[in-house]
């Protein structure tokens, strides 16, 4: 093997991306602690192999332990929904853009939190060990030359180094929300858009999204998942992965991107549009008229998408079955035939 270099381009983060976990050579699925080797083969494509296909790199990269993902990462057909008022469609279509919210300036006051406060002690104490144990087991060729009291000094430190540091990490992460789900939401369209005559619901899917934000390794996409903040709290990579169970209606989906410049409550990141967006519904309290409007406006920004009403506004239909003279004292089957017949 040649000596490491150490370019860790995009094409090699992306690589590392899309395959997390699974050695693209051998389909070897890593354990926590395995480590992950990236680098280029003989055709100066990009690899990220296990240890044992080492071999298969002319030009090793780089050598990461691996742990998995804080979340799951959807299907790739996956379907996503974001439901908002018009205005913030049109926002979408002019910026060219998805809107970032900065994590501090959501309302759930738990974005980002580790847990309740009073179960603060038992999530110190954890961590409080994990750090004893990293200094006193330093990597191989390293020796702790530190006293049992200097060990326990410098774990406090990093303890409240990582407390102050959590809070300041809110305004540094940013986040895109999406429903998943096959199907449209009532309670989505009531909860995510303020004028419920006026809202609008774009549908994509895990992998749209993705590309459309140009399958950029430093976005992540995953599952959020709910936790008993009574019984669990959330690690230090999972904090912004995790919401309390009270929020498991919204199955919420987010892509996720950190930023240590921004200084706004959001920022715009560039998307295609025609590849995020597969379809457009308008609200089921919307006017006739505003699918007239959305259209125009795509049409304005040059975006080629379908625009739907609310499968919400549907009509239904009531059949008088018992009350129909025909049906009384006939047994079913014949009740079934006749309904056949009908369609
Ligand atoms: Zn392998």
């Known amino acids: 093997m040649e000596k490491m270099t150490n370019g860790f381009t995009t094409e090699l983060r992306r690589m590392e991306f899309e395959n997390h976990g699974v050695c693209v050579a051998c389909g070897y699925k890593f354990k926590k602690g395995d480590t992950a ?64 919210t900065r994590t501090d300036c959501f309302e759930d006051t738990f974005e980002g939190a580790k847990g309740l406060r009073k ?85 994509t899917t895990y992998k749209s999204l993705y590309s459309a ?22 690690g230090v990579n999972d904090a912004f992965w995790r919401k309390r169970k009270s929020f498991e209606h919204e199955r919420e989906v987010r892509a996720l991107i950190m ?22 519904f308008v609200s089921p309290k919307a006017p006739d008229w505003l699918i007239g409007l959305v259209n125009d406006v795509n049409e304005k920004y040059g975006i080629k998408v379908k625009v739907s009403t609310s499968e919400l506004s549907e009509v239904p239909f009531f059949k008088e079955l018992l009350g129909a003279k025909i049906f009384r004292d006939r047994p079913l089957f014949l009740i079934e035939e006749f309904l056949l017949l009908e369609q």
């Open 37 to 100: 080797n990236l680098g280029y083969d003989n055709s100066d494509a990009p690899l990220y192999v296990c240890d044992k296909c080492t071999r298969l790199l002319k030009e090793p990269t780089i050598k990461r332990y691996y742990s998995p993902r804080p979340y799951d990462v959807p299907t790739p057909q996956c379907k996503l929904w974001r439901y908002m008022d018009f205005t913030k469609y049109v926002s979408l279509l002019s910026s060219r853009g998805l809107y970032f």
């Open 259 to 280: 930023d240590f410049e921004c200084k706004d409550m959001g920022k715009v990141v560039p998307c295609n549009l025609d590849v995020l967006i597969e379809e457009v």
């Open 119 to 203: 179960n603060k002690e038992k999530w110190d104490a954890h961590y409080f060990d994990f750090f004893c144990s990293a200094i006193k087991n330093p990597p191989e060729g390293n020796k702790c030359e530190l006293s049992e009291k200097e060990v326990e000094q410098l774990a406090n430190k990093l303890l409240s180094d990582l407390e102050s540091g959590g809070e300041a990490h809110k305004k540094r992460v940013f986040v895109s929300c999406w429903h998943e789900s096959e199907h449209e939401s009532e309670a989505m369209w009531r909860l995510y858009s303020s004028f419920l005559a006026n809202a609008v619901a774009v549908r």
């Open 213 to 234: 934000l140009g399958r950029d390794p430093s976005i992540s996409i995953g599952r959020v998942r709910y936790i008993d903040l009574k019984k669990e709290y959330a």
